[in-house]
């Protein structure tokens, strides 16, 4: 059964194109700094704001229209595997994300939830071997169900930490299975919603045994993905444990957990969290722990997680400045966690969503390359800290001095001249590079 019969394969066409059923800039073989926009990109699909998203909100019930409606329970789980791989088929991405429950439906017990996700991983791994669309990483949904009301790793109910426990040992036996190149935990839950009933040590002192936990069932079945942490400062919480790269990173530091996990950046989290996607970005890198992206954005105006397909070309181009820096995303991927608004509720906009979300990162990548090249940013960057270059700076750098010998040099000091930071230049070369990226074509 096709379930988009009337969208062709999309396919590359140009900037001139007026096809809304084509890529203007995604070209897959063309070669961005030695790689192609393919390899470099390494887009996949979000399964759960793909194919379970209802368009759903606080204020109204669900708009989605979708050609998988009128099945229920297991055969709407089959259905959904069949639309998914036609899917990725016609947009022809390499990788794909879920989470348990976005593929089966819990049952009543643990025991039947198990089975119902034996049936479709199964179902799944069939499609795969025809399929050149891979399993970029698959997590555990421990946040959604009423028994995470509390949290799951850090919940104060030691069953419920057991029951989480389960549902990740399973995911982690499903990643194998599948080939997952990554697995991502995102602690939905992982947090407080007041300080007055928490007992903080404990419970990050548990999340902590539990990432350990995971860490060692993953070695003794032989999984070799990447771990990959999901920060998230606020919502469904009052305050997460994972707030942001630099809380997550200082967590797992504390708990000699940083040699097995890195971290998996969204864009929306990071405003979330009062920073942006680019700074995240960069603190990741700095410290050697950017593992994947989860690309979207949020909406200027609005203070929550709106989780907008990315079209900020500005946005685009930044982050993929930063993902050139750090060598690429190695096993890690650009996956759209992303989902269509609630008024573009036809089929075809999942299509026109994922075309304008790989034009976007396309641009981005092809002018943050042309900025790599002409060393635009290096160059601005290396003149602002030359002082550190030579002299007492050198020294600092090279930990060759004191206190007693910076004061002696401060001393002598006649005036301390500082230049220009040519923050506005800086931005309006970035700006003219954008614009004249596609000039001739």
């Known amino acids: 059964m096709s379930y988009f019969s009337n969208i062709d394969k999309i396919k590359y066409e140009g900037p001139k194109s007026t096809n809304p059923y084509a890529f203007k800039f995604y070209n897959p073989e063309e070669k961005i700094g030695g790689k192609t926009m393919e390899e470099m990109l390494r887009f996949g699909v979000a399964y759960w704001h793909t194919f379970t998203e209802d368009l759903s909100d606080p204020f109204g019930a669900r708009t989605a229209i979708r050609p998988w409606d009128n099945y229920t329970g297991m055969d709407l789980a089959k259905a959904r595997v069949e639309a998914a791989f036609e899917f990725f088929e016609k947009l022809d991405v390499p990788y794909f994300c879920f989470h348990d429950v976005d593929i089966a439906p819990e049952g009543s017990t643990l025991r039947e939830t198990n089975q119902n996700l034996d049936t479709i991983v199964s179902m799944i791994k069939d499609y795969m071997k025809d399929s050149k669309t891979k399993l970029l990483w698959n997590t555990a949904n421990n946040f959604s169900h009423p028994r995470f009301v509390h949290g799951a790793g850090s919940s104060n109910n030691a069953d419920v930490f057991a029951y989480a426990a389960a549902k990740v040992k399973k995911g982690l036996d499903i990643g194998?299975?599948?080939?997952?190149?990554?697995?991502?935990?995102?602690?939905?839950?992982?947090?407080?919603?007041?300080?007055?009933?928490?007992?903080?040590?404990?419970?990050?002192?548990?999340?902590?045994?539990?990432?350990?936990?995971?860490?060692?069932?993953?070695k003794e079945i032989g999984f070799d993905a990447q771990f990959l942490i999901e920060p998230k400062p606020k919502e469904p919480t009052t305050h997460q444990y994972d707030f942001d790269v630099a809380s997550g990173y200082a967590f797992l530091q504390h708990y000699g957990l940083q040699d097995h996990f890195k971290f998996n950046i969204e864009a929306n989290h990071a405003t979330l969290a009062g920073h942006s996607f680019e700074h995240e970005l960069r603190y990741a890198r700095t410290h050697d722990m950017l593992g994947s992206v989860d690309a979207n954005q949020g909406h200027p105006l609005l203070g929550w997680d709106t989780d907008e397909f990315p079209t900020d070309l500005s946005s685009t181009v930044l982050a993929m400045y930063e993902i050139i820096k750090n060598g690429g995303l190695g096993r890690g991927g650009l996956n759209f966690d992303a989902k269509v608004r609630r008024g573009s509720f036809a089929p075809e906009d999942l299509f026109h969503a994922h075309i304008a979300g790989m034009d976007s990162f396309a641009v981005g990548l092809k002018v943050a390359q042309k900025l790599v090249d002409d060393r635009v940013l290096d160059g601005l960057v290396e003149e602002r800290y030359n002082s550190f270059g030579s002299g007492i700076g050198l020294a600092v750098v090279n930990g060759e001095t004191d206190f007693r010998q910076l004061e002696e040099h401060a001393l002598g000091l006649k005036e301390i001249k500082n230049e220009s930071g040519k923050v506005e230049q800086i931005k309006a070369t970035i700006n003219q590079y954008l614009l004249t990226a596609f000039a001739g074509e």
């Open 176 to 218: 194998k299975e599948l080939g997952a190149e990554n697995y991502v935990f995102w602690g939905g839950r992982e947090g407080y919603e007041s300080l007055l009933n928490t007992d903080m040590k404990l419970e990050m002192d548990n999340l902590g045994r539990f990432f350990h936990m995971a860490v060692d069932y993953a």
